[in-house]
């Protein structure tokens, strides 16, 4: 296994592309997953997009309920009407933290490390590291939220008398 480096800025072109689907989970696949694991656990995260380690391929280890997940082909089948703000940080942007707009829960399907199909239903922290490690493979970073947290914030604020 090895530490891999995580690629930062959020104007480099890998973590700004949409990722490319895994044909097969294979042994090389595995592998990388495993690496993955052991970066993100070096760089205290609790996510990791395949994408910040220059991979682009659509796989990501998320923590849901405190155990690292592998996530290959993640697809977001529904999302709940509620949704909640919270700062988010990211490994690739270091020291900065965002207000982002997530869905409070979703319903997922995915390939585990087996290659075998799997859905569940996530909540709470759980679906905002799901949704955050899926943006990675769109291309989306947390950056991208600021304008439209601003325009929710003004519309909040504003006061009729």
């Known amino acids: 296994m090895?530490?891999?480096?995580?690629?930062?800025?959020?104007?480099?072109?890998?973590?700004?592309?949409?990722a490319k689907p895994v044909e097969r989970v294979t042994k090389d696949v595995q592998k990388l997953l495993r690496d993955m694991r052991e970066t993100m656990d070096h760089a205290k995260g609790v996510g990791l997009a395949a994408p910040q380690i220059g991979v682009s391929f659509r796989i990501c280890i998320a923590t849901i309920?405190?155990?690292?997940?592998?996530?290959?082909?993640?697809?977001?089948?529904?999302?709940?009407?509620?949704?909640?703000?919270?700062?988010?940080?990211?490994?690739s942007?270091?020291?900065?933290?965002?207000?982002?707009?997530?869905?409070?829960?979703?319903a997922i399907s995915y390939l585990d490390a087996k290659g075998k199909?799997?859905?569940?239903?996530?909540?709470?922290?759980?679906?905002?590291?799901?949704?955050?490690?899926?943006?990675?493979?769109?291309?989306?970073?947390?950056?991208?939220?600021?304008?439209?947290?601003l325009r929710v914030a003004r519309k909040k604020d504003t006061v009729t008398i």
Do not use: M
């Open 65 to 91: 309920d405190g155990k690292p997940t592998p996530l290959i082909n993640p697809k977001i089948l529904s999302k709940s009407k509620e949704s909640v703000i919270c700062e988010e940080g990211c490994l």
């Open 93 to 106: 942007l270091p020291e900065s933290w965002t207000p982002v707009p997530r869905a409070k829960g979703i």
């Open 117 to 149: 199909k799997k859905e569940r239903q996530l909540s709470d922290f759980n679906a905002r590291v799901v949704q955050h490690e899926l943006d990675h493979l769109d291309g989306k970073l947390i950056v991208d939220y600021a304008e439209s947290v």
């Open 2 to 18: 090895a530490v891999l480096r995580i690629l930062t800025g959020d104007d480099n072109p890998i973590l700004r592309a949409r």
